[in-house]
Structures are given as structure tokens and as C-alpha cells.
């Protein structure tokens, strides 16, 4: 059975950080492609950042180097760091894995407000 696990979800005042954490099982980790999506009310879910097996990485335009994407194929592990949080980065943070195939977790509540 295939599972993502996302941790590290909250609230944070505007320029805080955060670190979201995913882990996986039941996947060969290692091939796959990993992702942070984000969903806010009312908008379509949107890439975050990705990162295929070789360690390439790609991220949505409204990132402007304030986040980083990285992983541990040790752990099952990918992470997103995000520095320099703005109240429109509000949503919900979906992790996502692919090789040929979907898997998402069930998602974690990141809130920037003062």
C-alpha cells in the first residue's frame, strides 16, 4: 500500500519558515519523481516544486528562490523549505510522487498571517 505522509504544516507570521517534510512507503522512493502542490480555496492545485531521481529540480514562478526542494532516498524523505513566507503562499501542501502513475498524501495546512 502506497502512502505519503506530509508533517511540518502550521502557522507562521509573513517572512517567517517552514519546514514541510514527506515520507513515503510502498513506492521504490528512489524512482520516483517527488512534488509539492499546493491548493488555496477557491484555486486549482499548483506545482510547487519537483524533484526527479537524478536530483533535477523545478520550481512554480512564484517561488523567486524563497523555496527549496530536496531529498533523501535513505529516508523515503523529500522536503520543501520555505524561507521568506508571504500571506498568499496560504494553502494546503500536497505531496506528490510519480513514476507513471499518482500518489498524493492527504495534504498540510500552511498559514501565513500576523
Known amino acids: 500500500q502506497v502512502q505519503l505522509v506530509e508533517s511540518g504544516g502550521g502557522l507562521v507570521q509573513p517572512g517567517g519558515s517552514l519546514r514541510l517534510s514527506c515520507v513515503a512507503s510502498g513506492i521504490r522512493f528512489r524512482i520516483y519523481t517527488m512534488g509539492w502542490y499546493r491548493q488555496a480555496p477557491g484555486k486549482q492545485r499548483e506545482l510547487v516544486a519537483r524533484?526527479?531521481?537524478?536530483?533535477?529540480?523545478n520550481y512554480g514562478d512564484f517561488v523567486k528562490g524563497r523555496f527549496t526542494i530536496s531529498r533523501d532516498n535513505a529516508k523515503n524523505t523529500v522536503y520543501l523549505q520555505m524561507n521568506s513566507l508571504k500571506p498568499e503562499d496560504t494553502a494546503v501542501y500536497y505531496c506528490?510522487?510519480?513514476?507513471?502513475?499518482?500518489?498524493w498524501g492527504q495534504g498540510t495546512q500552511v498559514t501565513v498571517s500576523s
Open positions: 524533484i526527479v531521481s537524478l536530483g533535477t529540480t
Open positions: 506528490n510522487g510519480y513514476f507513471g502513475v499518482d500518489y
